[in-house]
């Protein structure tokens, strides 16, 4: 079993950043790949992110592409999701996701759907608002 815990969120005016954090518990970040996903009222989840520190590849949506960046703290077994330029559209709940995967294999080449992935954290709101 993989715990995840979302923290970070909140409100921010337009061309703000926000970094939010998944802090995974029950497995290593090496042994687990972590995905980011948001999903807006009335609209399907969207891939934000794909993290893989065993292989270091790192994957991002279109939409945020150039905006958004991902890092992490092996010791606290935490990846971050650094949100930068922020715009009203980015206004959602977000979610980190997490799988457990074997050794040797590349992930997060690209975006991996939501369904990929078997455990999910509670989600965080943020909400990008003049």
């Known amino acids: 079993q993989v715990q995840l815990v979302e923290s970070g969120g909140g409100s921010v005016q337009p061309g703000g950043s926000l970094r939010l954090s998944c802090a995974a518990s029950?497995?290593?970040?090496?042994?687990?790949?972590i995905g980011w996903f948001r999903q807006a009222p009335g609209k399907q989840r969207e891939g934000v992110s794909c993290?893989?520190?065993?292989?270091?590849?790192?994957a991002f949506g279109e939409s945020v592409k150039g905006r958004f960046t991902i890092s992490r703290d092996n010791a606290k077994n935490t990846v971050y999701l650094q949100m930068d330029s922020l715009k009203p559209e980015d206004t959602a709940t977000y979610y980190c996701?997490?799988?457990?995967?074997?050794?040797?294999?590349?992930?997060?080449?690209?975006?991996?759907?939501?369904?990929?992935?078997?455990?999910w954290g509670q989600g965080t709101q943020v909400t990008v608002t003049s």
């Open positions: 029950g497995y290593t970040l090496d042994e687990i790949v």
């Open positions: 993290f893989s520190n065993s292989v270091n590849t790192t």
């Open positions: 996701a997490a799988i457990i995967i074997g050794p040797g294999s590349h992930y997060c080449i690209v975006m991996h759907p939501p369904g990929w992935f078997d455990y």
